[in-house]
């Protein structure tokens, strides 16, 4: 028998207050009140874009952030000189060591330690409300640093910091310990259909 109208409107409505019923169990369960830890991997475009996009945010709620960019380009990225310069912002790019160009394993050891010196610190300050660690986890995938390292700084870290990660891949050590891990897949790049990189979208 075919429902007319008004009872097709009454079942559309008794669905959308089921799922309200579930939602609101949810976030009534929700109680606690706490910094998390957010890890963004995967192989498609806009991880980092995300953590700055999320550090804006922050940002636009008074919050104080460090950045530590562990990848170091040929050119200084949009985001490095636009946030470079906020007053809430401490930011810091992995110095002589690793960079997509050239591969020196020396320096680029070197150069990781320096750059954990400084996101260690940062993720020990309670005048920190966000940690943003762009691209670490190529750290351990060629394995200058340690994850427990990081695992334990995040254990101990304020209770209110919020943290988060990139990197295309990450030690299952790393994807175990932290609340929300996102994966960004890749379906279609414009490069691969042969359109240059550019300022604005690339870096």
Do not use: C
């Amino acid at each position: 028998m075919e429902r007319t109208p008004e009872q097709q409107a009454q079942i559309e409505m008794a669905k959308r207050l089921k799922k309200k019923e579930v939602v609101d169990k949810k976030i009534a369960a929700a109680t606690e009140e706490r910094g998390v830890s957010i890890l963004l991997t995967g192989n498609g475009k806009g991880k980092s874009s995300s953590a700055f996009g999320t550090m804006a945010r922050a940002l636009g709620h008074g919050h104080k952030a460090t950045v530590v960019q562990f990848i170091k380009g040929r050119k200084e990225t949009g985001e490095q000189l636009f946030f470079g310069q906020h007053p809430q912002v401490s930011f810091h790019v992995m110095g002589h060591g690793f960079t997509w160009e050239t591969r020196d394993p020396e320096l680029e050891q070197q150069a990781a330690h320096q750059a954990w010196e400084v996101a260690k610190q940062a993720l020990a300050d309670e005048n920190v409300d966000f940690v943003l660690l762009d691209e670490i986890t190529y750290m351990y995938k060629y394995g200058y640093l340690d994850v427990a390292d990081l695992v334990a700084a995040l254990a101990q870290r304020p209770a209110h910091q919020n943290v988060m990660m990139t990197g295309r891949t990450a030690p299952r050590e790393l994807l175990d310990s932290v609340d929300t891990h996102s994966k960004i897949a890749n379906e279609r790049h414009a490069f691969e259909g042969g359109v240059k990189a550019q300022p604005g979208i690339e870096w």
